[in-house]
């Protein structure tokens, strides 16, 4: 992985295929070392990381759509509240 990206959204861990790879344990993709290369990195993460772990209890538990969009829709306005995410971050689906 190259660990020059400068990914400083939460968009943006969610929309690189390494770090999918690397929460999905489906492929090559180790972002250890990045998130803790510093404190910011690591808040990033764990807001991708919380986001894709509901997603993934979602689909598992075969809850509706709209119930999963509700959850989500708490989850970042937690994260909001919490000052885990900062705009701008699409915060409603």
Known sequence: MDLKKNHTTVADLLTDDTFL???FQAGPGNWDEWIA?????AVL????VRIL??????ETNGTTTELAIKSFN????KMKADGTIQPPFKTKL
Request: glycine letters at 4%; charged letters at 20%; proline letters at 0%.
């Open 21 to 23: 790879n690397w929460f």
């Open 37 to 41: 290369q510093n404190e910011q990195n």
């Open 45 to 48: 993460a764990g807001c991708a």
């Open 53 to 58: 772990s509901v997603i993934s209890r979602v």
């Open 74 to 77: 708490r989850l970042v306005e």
